[in-house]
């Protein structure tokens, strides 16, 4: 019993580091669980329904993916209330939980169709076998207007005339002469006249009619001469009869051998483009048929019990109220969570806030802590680096004082080496000159030394120095 216990309270979304403490709150996550169980039990016998009625699926398949199915429900709705933890403020509670009734209300209608269709099945039934025949009777009128099968019956009249016309096997009807059927009428007539004055004659001469005297009297012969006038005219029409007759059987011989001949020729044609025709319309029928006997799916189904809502107001009161029922019974999870979350808090639900609360203390207590260890642990290796690169800095500066106090003496060497250079020049140049003048002085004539335009001009006073550098 308390594993049980223990398996709706987790199934509730009860913690139980927490509801170990809170006794009092364990009923109200049980019932919880309770209602997620009713939810996952109605959505698998809604997909049962659904498999059997739909994809027509065998029972225990249907079973099997009904309890896969309730499960996936089970989880889902579960997710949808452990996912609504308690706000701090009343409307954020209310926020939290619409989108979620919203989810709920689409699961809600999908489950509850098929067991809505399921209740009100008898009915339906009856609906979609009427919707059948109307779709039947329809596609016979579609069929008898159909250009393509409109001769069917004027076809079936010719191949009876056909027949009829290869049986007689070239027989006559003398009925259709007119001249015999006026001639056969005329000898009708004339025989009625002939057997009246006979009639008149012989009750005159017996007594029974007339003058009621018995005996051949003046009246009688009158009566037998007017019985003899008719029976003359009678013989007349039998003649006119027979020669009509023979007159039709003349005219009419040849026609009904030809026409024999004729239907004969052309009955087989007649009839195989007869059998064409009616397969072909038989073939569209029988598919037509088991289309219409097969569609017994769910649209159907649900086309029925709206045309059954639209002419029985309580059959539509009772489909919304049942529907209604299963989406309620589909919303019930997260209305019970957010009317929890709406309540004030609860031994449980302090009780949480508090472990939460000093889990992320211990949390921050604990990362602090784990910092300064951090910090304390990697100081000596940032002194280290910082000496590092302390003593670097310096042999640096030293490197660097170095190589320009080298730059230094090098220059100053190179600026010496010039001047040298220079100064040996300019004493070369000045001795050059001091040889001519030397020996013009000693001739006693001064003249100006030769100009040499390559060599340069003689120094100025003061212009014997460091030439300048380039």
């Not at 007159?247 to 087989?268: C, D, M, R």
């Not at 997260?334 to 211990?362: E, I, Q």
């Not at 000596?380 to 003496?409: K, M, T």
């Amino acid at each position: 019993m308390e594993r049980l216990e223990s398996l709706l309270l987790r199934l509730g979304g009860a913690r139980r580091d927490v509801i170990s403490d809170a006794p009092g709150d364990r009923p109200r996550f049980i019932a919880l669980a309770l209602v997620l169980l009713s939810t996952a039990v109605l959505s698998g016998a809604s997909a049962v329904f659904a498999l059997v009625m739909a994809v027509q699926l065998p029972l225990l398949v249907s079973i099997v993916v009904g309890i896969v199915w309730g499960i996936v429900i089970l989880n889902l709705d579960r997710m949808l209330v452990v996912g609504m933890p308690r706000q701090d403020s009343k409307w954020a509670n209310i926020l939290l939980a619409l989108p979620r009734l919203a989810l709920a209300l689409v699961i809600g209608v999908v489950i509850s169709t098929p067991l809505v269709l399921q209740i009100f099945a008898r009915e339906i039934a009856v609906e979609t076998s009427a919707m059948v025949q109307e779709e039947k009777a329809a596609f016979e009128e579609e069929l008898a207007a159909d250009p393509r099968y409109a001769g069917i019956p004027d076809l079936e009249a010719k191949i009876a005339a056909e027949e009829a016309a290869v049986a007689a096997g070239g027989a006559i009807d003398l009925s259709q002469d007119p001249n015999y059927v006026a001639a056969q009428a005329a000898t009708a007539a004339a025989q009625a006249a002939y057997d009246e004055a006979n009639r008149v004659w012989l009750a005159e001469l017996d007594g029974t009619e007339g003058t009621g005297i018995v005996g051949d009297g003046p009246i009688t012969q009158s009566k037998k001469l007017d019985r003899d006038g008719k029976l003359a005219a009678l013989e007349t029409a039998k003649q006119a009869e027979a020669d009509a007759k023979a007159s039709a059987e003349a005219s009419l011989g040849a026609t009904a051998s030809a026409n024999a001949a004729a239907a004969a020729a052309s009955l087989p044609t007649d009839q195989a483009e007869l059998a064409r025709l009616t397969e072909a319309r038989a073939a569209e029928e029988a598919a037509f048929e088991s289309a219409a006997d097969g569609s017994t799916g769910l649209l159907a189904r649900l086309e029925a019990l709206v045309r059954i809502g639209d002419v029985n107001a309580l059959l539509w009161w009772a489909h919304l109220s049942i529907a209604l029922l299963f989406i309620c019974i589909e919303l019930m999870p997260v209305l019970m969570k957010t009317l929890m979350n709406l309540m004030k808090p609860t031994a449980y639900d302090r009780l949480s806030r508090v472990a939460d609360d000093s889990a992320v203390a211990a949390g921050r207590i604990w990362s602090h802590a784990r910092l300064q260890a951090l910090h304390e642990e990697a100081a000596p290796e940032l002194e280290l680096a910082r000496d590092r690169a302390a003593r670097r800095l310096a042999a640096g500066i030293r490197l660097n004082e170095a190589f320009v106090d080298s730059q230094e003496r090098a220059m100053r060497a190179a600026i010496a080496a010039r001047e040298d250079e220079a100064r040996s020049a300019a004493l070369a140049t000045a001795r050059s000159w001091e040889r001519p003048l030397g020996s013009t002085i000693a001739s006693g004539a001064v003249a100006d030394p030769p100009v040499d335009d390559d060599d340069p001009p003689p120094p100025r006073s003061g212009e014997i120095g460091l030439a300048p550098l380039r």
